[in-house]
């Protein structure tokens, strides 16, 4: 085991593990899974997490259930069984899994509670997706509510019920009404954050563990950052 894998396992935050599936809150920067930029991803920190920790010889199985872009925190569900990963699955397919997500942003919305609806269409080269009034080609319905918890001192946080999971879809929709994300630069931040993220978090989910059939409600802490611990 390398030295950058067992100091990420040291970082590695989980909320809750069973024998069926492990949650974990992931940090600004992770990435989910591997890609091109060769990056330890956050799901092999957590193959090594389970090998070191239960002293499993071999591979260890662990499927991957969702994604959150590099520059959010927050939660993650990986599967430790295909039993388990195919029944997440469905639960995702079938919107039987409520998030919850908080947001930092610079301008007041219009509202201050409000259900944006778009239709999204994504463009793979800039790797961006564009919040549309109208349904327009190749487009996707994208739906969330939101509302004002906290006002800052010159920021608003939103919290926001994400109702279907398209590309970039919180950041686009937020965008689209003049309310990017704190440090978003693609879309429409004034300046980046120091550590390269922006100030979206998965901050709560909740659904009914797919082989135990118990409700489970996990929430994950924000990361260390003056603006978070405000919330």
Known sequence: MT????SNIANLQVLYEDNHIIIVNKRVGDIVQGDKTGDIPLSEIVK???????????AVYLGVVHRLDRPTSGI????????????LNKLFADKEIQKTYWAVVKNKPPKEKDTLIHWMKRNPKQNKSYAHIKEVNDSKKAILE??????LDNYY??????????HHQIRSQLSSIECPIKGDLKYGANRSNT????????????FIHPV???????????PPDILWEQC
């Open 76 to 87: 993650v569900i990986f599967a430790r069984t295909s039993k388990a990963l195919t029944r």
């Open 3 to 6: 030295t950058k894998i067992v």
């Open 146 to 151: 939101y509302n004002i918890i906290k006002k």
């Open 48 to 58: 090594e997490y389970i090998a070191d920790k239960y002293n499993k010889p071999g």
């Open 195 to 206: 550590n390269g993220g922006i100030h979206l978090h998965a901050r709560k989910l909740s």
């Open 157 to 166: 946080v939103l919290e926001i019920m994400l109702h279907t999971g398209r």
């Open 212 to 222: 135990k059939k118990e409700p489970l409600i996990i929430i994950a802490p924000t």
